[in-house]
């Protein structure tokens, strides 16, 4: 039986075991689950949230081709086609003007398809439930306990609060950066962590897209973004203060300071809407290495936070995902590790560079805080070269196109 709460499992409920456990359901989680359920691998989920949180939970919108590729290779795709947008332009706004990539026309002529997040979440949850895949909702996971031995447990408490045990022969840790695999990792682990000591309120707003495009606009003020989601939903984002409050601006300011960065009154007016989600997020970013100790594997958030200045997060999650279902299907059913003893290595590659690339944005749009606060005026002449660099080098255009779509 599935419902919103519990769990599809029909085993008996002191039967806690699985071959490999999947600790949260987002997209590396359910890509994961998808696959490996398919493969005929004895996997559960383990999700935190309900099934309503998870269908509310709006984040990614852009999805880049090589993910797209890999969802449609495995008949996970159909609702992205169906409602999905094909994207492939960005506007920058700046003091000096504004000027438009057409990244479908530059570096592999790669496009993005605009499908929100929890869109995406719920198809994969739909796809795992009817192919009779088992997942535990408000089930969080607390720690993993010997990820070196033969039988690694998972402590988690479930829908009514009550621990729960799961026995494994591998855990999935694909629960984000504050889950419980980034909590059981062992001592020998390194989390490489940087933070650009800067903000920004991420804004969902109940009005259509103001442009045709992915607007990027830089003014003294600070950053201002502009990113589809839907025809009626489009996400803004607006530097602010390092500990800025969620609710600190009201409606009312977000419009002003969004017309003013994005200079409406030269390009033309931003659509108004309610703002109905808010989230203060800090760009900060970071890698765990390697991404295997023992058992416990990461994918996914789990493994690398990045900023979201290049939209790079939920589409590493599916690469991870599918790379990880391999390697476990090789190791559990043919009993051939190297692609799991390879999984970490592989990954870490595409990992540091989307981390770069993640990196340059952030520098492509702000000049680095100082501990005043105020950029030195040398950081800004940089920022401005980068920018005045993309704006007239063919050559730095294809190298963009090519690393903000691609992985
Ligand atoms: P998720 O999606 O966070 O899913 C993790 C799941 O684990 C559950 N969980 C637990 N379950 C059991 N026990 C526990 N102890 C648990 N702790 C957590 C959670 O409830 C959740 O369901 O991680 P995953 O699968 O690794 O996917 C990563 C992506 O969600 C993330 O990288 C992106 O959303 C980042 N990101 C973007 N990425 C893109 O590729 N393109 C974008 O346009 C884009 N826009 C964004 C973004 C992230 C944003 N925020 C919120 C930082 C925009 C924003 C505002």
């Known amino acids: 039986m599935t419902n919103g709460q519990g769990s599809n499992d029909g085993r008996d ?25 398919r493969a005929g691998i004895d996997c559960v989920v383990l999700e935190r949230a309900d099934r309503a949180r998870l269908h509310a939970r709006a984040r990614a919108g852009f999805l880049a081709e090589h993910t797209v590729r890999v969802l449609d290779r495995h008949g996970l795709a159909d609702g992205l086609h169906r409602r999905g947008r094909p994207h492939a332009t960005c506007e920058f706004r700046t003091g000096d003007g504004r000027f438009r990539l057409d990244y479908a026309g530059l570096g592999r002529g790669e496009r993005h398809t605009v499908y ?22 408000a089930t969080e996971a607390h720690r993993v306990l010997d990820t070196d031995g033969e039988r690694p447990t998972v402590e988690a408490s479930g829908p009514d609060g009550r621990p729960v045990r799961w026995r494994a022969r591998y855990v999935a840790g694909c629960d984000g950066r504050h889950g419980a695999a980034r909590r059981s990792l062992p001592p020998g682990a390194v989390v490489h962590h940087h ?42 984002y607006l530097q602010c203060d390092r500990g800025t409050p969620p609710e600190a601006w009201s409606e009312e300011h977000i419009w002003r300071e969004l017309d003013l960065r994005m200079r409406a009154a030269e390009h033309g007016p931003l659509h108004r809407g309610s703002i109905v989600q808010r989230t203060v997020v800090d760009l900060e970013c970071d890698v765990v290495e390697p991404l295997r100790h023992g058992a ?29 279902a391999a390697a476990l299907v090789d190791e559990i059913a043919h009993g051939d590790g190297r692609a799991l003893d390879g999984y970490s290595g592989r990954c870490l590659e595409y990992i540091w560079r989307a981390q770069e690339f993640s990196h340059w944005m952030v520098r492509l749009l702000h000049a680095a ?12 002449g940089l920022r401005r070269a980068r920018l005045a660099a993309l704006r007239t080098s063919r050559a730095q255009q294809d190298w963009f196109a090519e690393n903000y779509v691609g992985l």
């Open 116 to 137: 929100p997040q929890q869109h995406l979440v719920a198809d994969l949850l739909t796809s795992y439930l009817a192919a009779g895949g088992r997942l535990h909702f």
């Open 13 to 37: 409920p002191s039967d806690r075991s699985a071959e490999v456990v999947i600790l949260g359901a987002g997209p590396a989680g359910l890509v994961l689950g998808n696959l490996l359920h």
């Open 296 to 324: 416990l594997l990461l994918a996914g958030d789990a493994a690398s936070l990045l900023t979201p200045s290049a939209a790079k997060g939920a589409n590493l999650a599916v690469l991870e995902a599918e790379l990880l």
């Open 369 to 380: 805080p100082t501990p005043h606060g105020v950029p030195s005026s040398f950081d800004e």
């Open 195 to 236: 933070d650009h000591g800067l903000s920004w309120l991420g804004l969902l707003a109940e009005a259509p897209p103001s442009l045709d495009a992915v607007g990027y606009a830089v003014h003294e003020h600070g950053f201002a973004g502009h990113m589809a989601r839907t025809p009626e939903i489009t996400r803004y």
